[in-house]
């Protein structure tokens, strides 16, 4: 059965806020328009894909390959 683990990102690209039983809520930190969210990683039987969740000054929001 597949698995997703959520990886926090370092303390300087982004801040907990609050946490309750069912959400963490995160205060994205920008260096030049852009800030690192965490990490998505799906682990299945045929390996993992992981993916950074990246947030723009303007507020878009992009994934990108994680190794």
Do not use: H, N, W
Request: net charge neutral.
């Amino acid at each position: 059965m597949p698995t997703l683990t959520i990886i926090m990102p370092s303390e300087g690209d982004m801040t907990l806020v609050s946490q309750s039983s069912s959400s963490l809520t995160l205060k994205p930190i920008f260096f030049g328009g852009e800030a690192c969210g965490p990490i998505l990683k799906l682990s299945t039987e045929t390996g993992d894909i992981s993916y950074r969740i990246k947030i723009k000054a303007d507020g878009r929001i992009e994934l990108k390959k994680a190794d």
